[in-house]
Structure formats: structure tokens, C-alpha cells
């Protein structure tokens, strides 16, 4: 559903749906769609923060850096 959505603001590479493990594999309520532009993530902040997807409240929509680690071999 939500890469459906969400494609309309650009190509995705992946969309994560984390789950908690501890309580039967339940959505945590949170999701990450990586786009192949930060253009296309910004698009998709701009137009969907606050939207209503029909599940219960608005989400919340922002553009976060993915995170460096830290290369052994360098």
C-alpha cells in the first residue's frame, strides 16, 4: 500500500516496515521509503506530511539522512 502511494513522488528503492518481534510481530507504527533521489524524498515530505491514509490518524512525513557506518577496511 504504502509504496503504491508513495511512488507517486518518485521511484523507490525499498520501503521497511519495522515489526516488534516481542509482541507478535505487530507494525511499530513506523515506516522508511528510500527513493533514488533526495528530491523525490523531499517531494514526498512536502505533499504527504499530515495526510490522512485512512488508518486512524495523519502520518508524519520527514526526509532523514541515511546513516554512515564506520568502514573497518579504511
Known sequence: MLDQIFSAYGEIISVYLPVDLQHGCKPKGLAFIRYTSA?????AAQAMNGANLGV???VIVQVIEQKRYWNQDE
Not at 528530491?39 to 517531494?43: D, H, K, L, T
Open 39 to 43: 528530491r523525490s524524498a523531499e517531494r
Open 56 to 58: 486512524g490518524r495523519d
